[in-house]
């Protein structure tokens, strides 16, 4: 990152530089003290410079399977605390922030100083230790639609965590390469999701939006099919869906702070294999029933199938259920988008962060009304879970995420969704 350089700082750091440099050379009677003495005056002064850049910066990162455009902005951060009683002026005093927005969770503090990005991600890093905070992290600042009457509601920018969600490509059988790249970004697998062949990296060092510069590294690597920041979003009022919005034809699900339409495809299914497979192989696969194969992504990883449009529920129950159990399948998904280069596909997982006023006996009412199946707890989301609904059925996710958010016992529910990501 380049620095602004004032005349009078930088004729001070080119005399440290120099006078340090001579004396290295000219093997002078400086003392080893006087010497390091200069070094670190140079250094402070190069951490003292700001940021040349203005206090936002575009760029981009792969969400979902599309390129998403976001703003950094360096004079603010996101925390979330254990609690909102906390009192906040250890902060605004210690660490020189100004506490500028408020939600049931998430604090928004601004730097009253323009740091260089060391000295940024040293207090965040400070930050971070100190009693009561839970998660803090850069606020990520995206372009969407403004909200109109019974549309989504107003959010604070969504908190990039420290985690990340890759799934490794197949073909990438070289395990090297991989440990590789996570030892050189100093990254940690947390877990694996089997169902999905999902893995969680945590980075190590998350601050200056590093971790977008990671997941932008991973997609360029060739050695995953995506990389995605695990985003810690938070929702000020309302529901995120309305039930006005839905006609006769579309259906919506959330994602993050976004009301996504989508035209759900009853007589086709999505399949994700667990290594490339040819047309042909699928189509041999399947040839005990009505099924053909219409579309074919990432060399035959994902595959898209179509059967008659007037086959009964019961019957494709039937048939998805019978498709995964077949030993080369992955997952079967249901088609939310489709394109030319893209394929959408909704899991049989969900993302629930539930209401704190939600009672523990009308959890699990719901739980079990909906056959759901706790999969993991999220650690960076106060009442956030993912569940696996059991048995699979064609929409259910998206179907059952909608029946809680119209209970409004949810503060967001959301499908588990996994896209294919062409290889340039």
């Known amino acids: 990152m380049c620095k602004v350089f004032k005349p009078s700082i930088m004729n001070n750091l080119i005399k440290y530089i120099f006078l340090a440099l001579t004396v290295l050379a000219n093997n002078d009677s400086y003392s080893q003290q006087q010497i390091g003495e200069n070094i670190e005056k140079a250094k402070r002064m190069i951490d003292s410079l700001e940021i040349k850049d203005d206090t936002l910066k575009q760029d981009s990162f792969i969400y979902g399977g599309e390129e998403v455009s976001y703003t950094k902005d360096w004079d603010r951060i996101g925390v979330v605390f254990e609690s909102n009683n906390l009192d906040y002026s250890i902060f ?29 991600r040293k207090i965040m890093e400070s930050i971070k230790t100190e009693k009561g905070v839970k998660v803090i992290g850069d606020i990520l600042i995206t372009k969407s639609p403004a909200p109109s009457d019974n549309s989504v509601a107003n959010i604070v920018p969504p ?10 490509k197949r073909a990438i059988t070289d395990s090297e390469k991989i440990k590789k790249f996570i030892d050189e970004e100093g990254l940690a697998e947390i877990s694996q999701q089997t169902s ?29 099919t995506f990389a995605e920041p695990d985003l810690y979003f938070e929702v000020i009022k309302g529901p995120t869906y309305n039930s006005h919005f839905k006609t006769a034809t579309l259906d919506y699900f ?27 192989r699928v189509q041999k696969l399947i040839d005990d029933w009505d099924i053909t194969v219409d579309a074919v992504y ?49 899991t ?21 009304q909906y056959g759901l199946t706790e999969v993991r707890k999220i650690p960076y989301i106060a009442g956030g879970f993912q569940y696996r609904i059991e ?34």
Request: charged residues 25%; proline residues 3%; glycine residues 4%.
């Open 348 to 368: 049989q997982d969900l993302i629930i962060k539930w209401k704190p006023e939600t009672s523990e006996t009308v959890k699990q009412t719901f739980i079990k």
């Open 254 to 280: 959330t994602r993050g702070n976004q009301k996504i339409a989508f035209q759900k495809k009853t007589n086709f299914m999505g399949v994700v294999f667990k290594n490339e497979m040819s047309k042909a």
């Open 391 to 424: 048995p699979d059925v064609a929409y259910a996710s998206t179907d059952i995420c909608l029946k809680f958010l119209d209970a409004d016992i949810v503060v967001f529910a959301e499908p588990v969704i996994i896209s294919t990501s062409e290889d340039d």
């Open 159 to 168: 908190l990039i965590t420290d985690q990340i969600m890759v799934r490794w």
């Open 92 to 120: 605004t005093s210690n660490y020189k922030l100004t506490k500028v927005g408020q939600s049931e969770y998430v604090t928004v503090f601004r730097m009253t100083e323009r740091l260089s990005l060391e000295n940024r």
């Open 298 to 346: 990432m060399n035959g990883l994902f595959f898209v199938l179509t059967f008659p449009i007037n086959l009964s529920s019961e019957s494709v129950k039937t048939i998805r259920e019978s498709i995964i159990l077949f030993e080369e399948v992955e997952l079967v998904g249901d088609i939310l988008i489709q394109t030319e280069n893209n394929l959408i596909l909704a």
């Open 196 to 224: 999905l062949n999902v893995t969680i990296l945590k980075v190590q060092n998350p601050f200056n939006y590093r971790v977008m510069e990671v997941c932008n590294k991973l997609m360029k690597s060739g050695l995953v």
